[in-house]
């Protein structure tokens, strides 16, 4: 068994799969597994992959069934200690192994949080957490839960290392939900782990607005994923006595928006304003009763509040947001 085992989920993503496989290929060592799987791609990605097949790079194929199924037979087949969810259209920094390695042989906690550069088009957002600091209980984990993802983020699974033996054991799977399932999977995972440590090293690169981004597409019953991802949420408070705060209004804000982004990211055709204030109208009350769902928490700032509230300035807001997206180069997509 390895100590650190990466599992990359694939699909279509031939160009940036290569560039991230080549940033592996040169920290790997010994102590180092690699799964790639291959969710039914259309394009060369399997091929891409099968390049870097070794004996330390394992590449799989199975029929198109969404990330979190390819996630799941990553699980299955990666046996190591530790498992770190790298997106294929992502990047890591150069010594970012090295660093994961020698933490773990410090001290086997059961989860490892990291910082990460965000990259959208030419600009770059560092986000990691201001200090260094380990937690020996998962009351501990609990009682600093908006410290911890203030700084930092709760919902990716990128930023973290997870110990293998608790996702086993307690069976933790990704659910088939298309947007929240990697919230939910921490949240489930955190639940069951005893220990923490925090990283102040910046480890992953982010590309935000990439052209294989699933911010960029439309969720169909986008409220009742997120739904799911509250419900965990909940659970977690209600098990460790965690105060999530912070958590809580910024899923507060981003859902309030995304519900727009997601219904604008679903229009075809003309009249695409006119389909858009149907949709939001029909489906609002619906939205409310889910961010109702979070507490008494705020919800966003004024100026953000505003735009979410409102059907033209919402509306206005996302085609800014697209046309400056493509004037940098940085693609189109939705909210963060």
């Given at each position: 068994?390895?100590?650190?085992?990466?599992?990359?989920?694939?699909?279509?993503?031939?160009?940036?799969?290569?560039?991230?496989?080549?940033?592996?290929?040169?920290?790997?060592?010994?102590?180092?597994?690699?799964v790639?799987?291959?969710?039914?791609?259309?394009?060369n990605?399997?091929?891409?992959?099968?390049?870097?097949?070794?004996?330390?790079?394992?590449?799989?194929?199975?029929?198109?069934?969404?990330?979190?199924?390819?996630?799941?037979?990553?699980?299955?087949?990666?046996?190591?200690?530790?498992?770190w969810?790298?997106?294929?259209?992502?990047?890591?920094?150069?010594?970012?192994?090295?660093?994961?390695?020698?933490?773990i042989?410090?001290?086997?906690?059961?989860?490892?949080?990291?910082?990460f550069?965000?990259?959208?088009?030419?600009?770059v957002?560092?986000?990691?957490?201001?200090?260094?600091?380990?937690?020996?209980?998962?009351?501990?984990?609990?009682?600093?839960?908006?410290?911890?993802?203030?700084?930092?983020?709760?919902?990716?699974?990128?930023?973290?290392?997870?110990?293998?033996?608790?996702?086993?054991?307690?069976?933790?799977?990704?659910?088939?939900?298309?947007?929240?399932?990697?919230?939910?999977?921490?949240?489930?995972?955190?639940?069951?782990?005893?220990?923490?440590?925090?990283?102040?090293?910046?480890?992953?690169?982010?590309?935000?607005?990439?052209?294989?981004?699933?911010?960029?597409?439309?969720?169909?019953?986008?409220?009742?994923?997120?739904?799911?991802?509250?419900?965990?949420?909940?659970?977690?408070?209600?098990?460790?006595?965690?105060?999530?705060?912070v958590?809580?209004?910024?899923?507060?804000?981003?859902?309030?928006?995304?519900?727009?982004?997601?219904?604008?990211?679903?229009?075809?055709?003309?009249?695409?304003?006119?389909?858009?204030?149907?949709?939001?109208?029909?489906?609002?009350?619906?939205?409310?009763?889910?961010?109702?769902?979070?507490?008494?928490?705020?919800?966003?700032?004024?100026?953000?509040?505003?735009?979410?509230?409102?059907i033209?300035?919402?509306?206005?807001?996302?085609?800014?947001?697209?046309?400056?997206?493509?004037?940098?180069?940085?693609?189109?997509?939705?909210h963060?």
């Amino acid at each position: 068994m390895r100590r650190l085992g990466i599992v990359i989920p694939a699909y279509n993503v031939a160009f940036p799969l290569k560039r991230l496989l080549q940033q592996i290929e040169e920290q790997l060592t010994d102590d180092v597994a690699v799964v790639v799987v291959d969710d039914g791609s259309s394009d060369n990605t399997l091929q891409v992959a099968k390049q870097f097949e070794s004996e330390a790079v394992r590449v799989l194929h199975k029929e198109n069934g969404g990330v979190g199924s390819a996630r799941n037979l990553g699980i299955e087949e990666c046996d190591s200690e530790y498992i770190w969810f790298v997106d294929a259209d992502d990047g890591i920094a150069p010594n970012a192994i090295a660093i994961l390695l020698k933490a773990i042989g410090k001290s086997a906690r059961d989860c490892y949080l990291f910082g990460f550069d965000k990259l959208r088009g030419k600009s770059v957002e560092t986000i990691v957490n201001s200090e260094a600091k380990s937690y020996d209980t998962s009351r501990e984990v609990a009682g600093n839960f908006d410290h911890l993802f203030g700084e930092n983020l709760l919902n990716p699974l990128w930023n973290k290392l997870f110990r293998k033996e608790i996702i086993e054991r307690e069976d933790l799977r990704f659910s088939s939900i298309p947007s929240g399932e990697d919230a939910e999977f921490v949240l489930r995972f955190l639940s069951h782990a005893q220990s923490m440590d925090v990283l102040t090293d910046v480890l992953y690169r982010y590309r935000l607005l990439s052209d294989t981004s699933s911010a960029h597409k439309s969720h169909l019953d986008y409220i009742g994923d997120h739904r799911q991802m509250f419900m965990a949420l909940t659970d977690y408070c209600d098990a460790t006595d965690a105060s999530a705060m912070v958590v809580k209004t910024r899923w507060a804000a981003e859902t309030a928006m995304g519900f727009r982004w997601n219904v604008f990211n679903g229009l075809e055709g003309k009249g695409k304003y006119r389909q858009f204030s149907k949709e939001v109208k029909l489906r609002q009350p619906e939205m409310e009763a889910l961010l109702a769902s979070l507490g008494d928490c705020p919800r966003q700032g004024w100026l953000r509040g505003l735009v979410a509230r409102s059907i033209p300035l919402s509306y206005l807001f996302i085609k800014t947001r697209l046309f400056v997206a493509n004037i940098q180069g940085g693609g189109t997509g939705g909210h963060e």
